[in-house]
Each structure stands twice: as C-alpha cells, then as structure tokens.
C-alpha cells in the first residue's frame, strides 16, 4: 500500500504564497500520476491540477491556470504544488492522490475516482 504524506499547509494573507509537498512511500517511477484535489466546508472535491511522472506533463484546473503550478523531485520521491497569487476562495484542504496506471487522455486524471492513493490532506487558509 502506497502511503503519501501531505505537508505546507498554513495560514497566508491573500495575494502570498505557499507550497505543498506530498512524500510517497514507493519511489515515483512507480507511479505514474499525481494529482491534487480540494475541498471546502459544504462543497464537492475539485480538481487541482495533475502531473505526469514521466516527463513531467502538467494539466490544470482554469481558475489555478498561471498561479499554481505542480512539480516533482524523483529523487526524493516528493511531489510539490507551488500557489501563487493566493485568493480567499483558494481557503480549502488540499489533498495529493496517486496511481500507477497509465492511461492516455487529459480529462483522465482530473477525476478522483481514477487514483488509488490519497494523502489525509493539509489546511490552505487564505485570509482576506
């Protein structure tokens, strides 16, 4: 079982920034894709954003276009989502999610149903 671990979560002032790190268990070339969710009080889990292991492809949600952006560190086995240009209605609990399928197609990767590994998430509070 793959274990991945959140961490960067915090309170910042709108307009800063923050990075969350989620660590996997298993080295990344066992994985395939990472993707990041949200979820605010009395709302459903969106999409992030998503990244390919394998030569690092990226896809993203239209309202973090430009601001977020997801990286990958192989050798530490680490996953990164850098926020810029935080707004308050970034405020949520952000989680990384895995798998180690492959499957071709953007809109793949952005539904939760489709990986099979979950961090237990990190609080982004964005105050205004």
């Known amino acids: 079982q793959v274990q991945l671990v959140e961490s960067g979560g915090g309170l910042v002032q709108a307009g800063g920034s923050l990075r969350l790190s989620c660590a996997t268990s298993?080295?990344?070339?066992?994985?395939?894709?990472m993707g990041w969710f949200r979820q605010s009080p009395g709302q459903k889990r969106e999409f992030v954003g998503y990244?390919?292991?394998?030569?690092?492809?990226?896809y993203y949600e239209d309202s973090v276009k430009g601001r977020f952006t997801i990286t990958r560190d192989n050798g530490e086995n680490t996953a990164y989502l850098q926020m810029s240009s935080l707004r308050p209605e970034d405020t949520a609990v952000y989680y990384c999610?895995?798998?180690?399928?492959?499957?071709?197609?953007?809109?793949?990767?952005?539904?939760?149903?489709?990986?099979?590994?979950w961090g237990q998430g990190t609080q982004v509070t964005v105050s205004s």
């Open positions: 999610a895995a798998t180690p399928r492959a499957f071709y197609g953007s809109d793949y990767y952005a539904k939760g149903s489709n990986y099979d590994y």
């Open positions: 298993e080295h990344i070339s066992g994985l395939y894709a």
């Open positions: 990244i390919i292991f394998i030569g690092g492809g990226t």
